[in-house]
């Protein structure tokens, strides 16, 4: 089972439009539960995950992965930014991903500018974790992956503020 963290970092409404774009997912059997991390400070978005059904972390800063990913039910896990939209059809992707290749780690990329970032990070090989993967719960809560993370063909672009 897959579970998905996001970090909300008080992003409220691109934290709604990253759990809307999940319910198919869910819906469809691929995400089986969702952990949102927030600051403690933000009722709104403990509301909403309330009222998703997600599982709410306080955390400082909202920047702590393991304390999302502590929480997360499932054996792998996708971690996702408030804001961050994957393109149709990634289920199919992060599912075969997790049938052929499930030891690596993966990445749904960014889409866009914000890539650019994202890309040269990932093509230094960097083993740090970060919005986009896809790994075992235990992999994340190493906090460095044992290898760089293999890219999808599928993206994710970022809602905009």
């Known amino acids: 089972m897959l579970s998905a963290v996001i970090r909300a970092n008080g992003r409220t409404e691109a934290l709604a439009a990253t759990l809307s774009v999940l319910i198919p997912a869910v819906a469809g059997g691929t995400i089986g539960h969702a952990v949102v991390i927030g600051t403690g400070d933000d009722s709104e978005t403990e509301r909403l ?17 393991a304390s999302g990913v502590e929480r997360a039910r499932g054996d792998w896990v996708l971690l996702l930014e408030a804001g961050d939209l994957p393109e149709p059809h990634w289920t ?24 650019l970032r994202e890309w040269g990070a ?13 790994a075992s719960k235990k992999q994340l809560l190493s906090g460095r992956l044992p290898a760089s993370p293999r890219r999808l063909a599928v993206r994710r672009g970022r809602a905009q503020a």
């Open 49 to 65: 995950a309330d009222v998703t059904g997600a599982s709410y972390v306080a955390a400082r800063n909202g920047a702590s992965w």
């Open 92 to 115: 199919e992707a992060v599912e075969r991903h997790l049938m052929t290749a499930a030891a690596t780690p993966a990445l749904m990329p960014l889409r866009g500018i914000a890539a």
């Open 122 to 134: 990932v093509s230094l090989r960097s083993r740090g974790v970060r919005a986009g993967l896809i």
